[in-house]
């Protein structure tokens, strides 16, 4: 247990061997596949897992608190941007807000007209 301390590589769960890669099936002549009551080869099989690893369980709470962490991070980010969205969503209602009034006291002090037209 000392070395695994020192080494803290030896607390990786340790890396699966290769499978063997499995055989393609030749495509069926019939639609209708018919099961054959041959059991299939123990030797392309994978042996089953012996036994209880608990490096492997240290690798997987491992990662599962990284991942904890990393979705805190993205979820202060996204609210610190929805923060900034709608500081400027209110900075522009307050900019239109302060726009119309202008407009509309141009329109009121506008002079009347030096000809009238005429009606028909």
Known sequence: MVEQLENPSSLLPPSDPPESQPKPQPPPSDPIPIPSSQPSDPATTPPPRTGFNPSRMIGIIRRKAMIKDLAAIYHAECLA?????????KKVEESLINAKPAEDS???????????????
């Open 81 to 89: 941007y929805c923060q900034e969205l709608l500081e400027l969503q």
């Open 106 to 120: 141009r329109r009121e002090t506008m002079r009347p007209p030096k000809r009238m037209k005429k009606a028909r």
